[in-house]
């Protein structure tokens, strides 16, 4: 009975880590591919002229990378999407009773 039970509590454990990993690869990827333009414009500036504009091109891909792992995160923190789910729920279900209440003024 043991050693099921700690087979179990293996699998799990192997299986929360695994789900950690993947998680931090597509974050990592995301942010990779979302800063390649704002490296290469760096890596540009070392070399040669680096673009008239680059200060504003580096800081959009900077603010779209921060906003993507805002959104990464949120969508991985379980808790937070469920209690966003909820306030949705609450929200929309809140407009309907409100709509009923004007139609029936």
Request: charged share 20%; proline share 3%; glycine share 2%.
């Amino acid at each position: 009975m043991d050693r099921n039970l700690a087979a179990a509590h293996t699998l799990i454990r192997a299986q929360r880590e695994l789900k950690m990993v993947r998680r931090t690869v597509i974050l990592i990827t995301v942010l990779v591919i979302i800063c390649f333009p704002f490296t290469m414009i760096v890596f540009m500036g070392f070399f040669k002229h680096a673009p008239k504009y680059k200060y504003p091109i580096s800081y959009v891909f900077v603010d779209v990378s921060g906003l993507a792992t805002v959104i990464i995160l949120f969508q991985f923190t379980g808790s937070l999407k469920e209690s966003d789910e909820n306030n949705q729920m609450a929200t929309k279900s809140n407009y309907r009773m409100t709509d009923i209440y004007d139609s029936k003024v």
